[in-house]
């Protein structure tokens, strides 16, 4: 099985960048679709981003769309979250995941998935 290891969070103010990046071991990263997810303090952990495991197709949440972009480095054996414009809102903890779904594809619900990292903090101030 794959373990997932995300960092690159942190506390930024709004209209800054940050980019995650979660590196996975254990297996290649190539063998799974990926996802972002995020969980605010009280509130559910929601969907922000999927991408296919060839990298070919992504999709977003409508509220990060075209602000937030993923990519995977297979060789690098990484996914990667970058986040322009971040707004206070987008303040939770960010969690990447892998799903052993077999068809490619973005996968939207939590319980798609298998595998998550730990999570890592990101806070924006107004």
């Known amino acids: 099985q794959v373990q997932l290891v995300e960092s690159g969070g942190g506390l930024v103010q709004a209209g800054g960048s940050l980019r995650l990046s979660c590196a996975a071991s254990g297996r290649t990263l190539s063998s799974y679709n990926m996802g972002w997810f995020r969980q605010a303090p009280g509130k559910e952990r929601e969907f922000v981003a999927g991408?296919?495991?060839?990298?070919?197709?992504?999709d977003y949440a409508d509220s990060v769309k075209g602000r937030f972009t993923i990519s995977r480095d297979n060789a690098k054996n990484t996914l990667y979250l970058q986040m322009n414009s971040l707004k206070p809102e987008d303040t939770a903890v960010y969690y990447c995941?892998?799903?052993?779904?077999?068809?490619?594809?973005?996968?939207?619900?939590?319980?798609?998935?298998?595998?998550w990292g730990q999570g890592t903090q990101v806070t924006v101030s107004s």
């Open positions: 991408i296919t495991w060839g990298g070919g197709s992504a």
């Open positions: 995941a892998a799903t052993r779904r077999l068809n490619s594809g973005v996968y939207y619900y939590t319980d798609d998935y298998q595998y």
